[in-house]
């Protein structure tokens, strides 16, 4: 029995800067709530090959599961979470405007 397909987002680097990025339908965002979720498995496989392909711009480039029942797609694991945060120090990146710092 094959496993139900779950909505999924293409995720990878930026090359140049190492910014987690993720594919939206016309590009790359960093913002993991403008990134296209996937809710067909050969549509996702074709947007996955797309990104691959694009050794200029994206490496690493590959599928997430998301939780899509939002507004927002949001991590369903704890890497995801963690990259969608940004870097894990508070010196640059995503986490410096935050204002708890």
Known sequence: MAREFKPKVVTA???LEGDVIYQTASGWTRD???AEVLTDE???DLR????S????LVVGAYLADVDASGATPKPTHFREDFRARGPS???HGKQEA???V
């Open 48 to 51: 996955l090959i797309d990104a």
């Open 98 to 100: 935050l204002s708890n």
């Open 42 to 44: 050969a549509d996702a």
């Open 13 to 15: 680097n930026a090359l």
């Open 32 to 34: 993991l709530s403008q």
């Open 89 to 91: 120090n508070y010196a």
């Open 53 to 56: 392909q694009q050794t200029d």
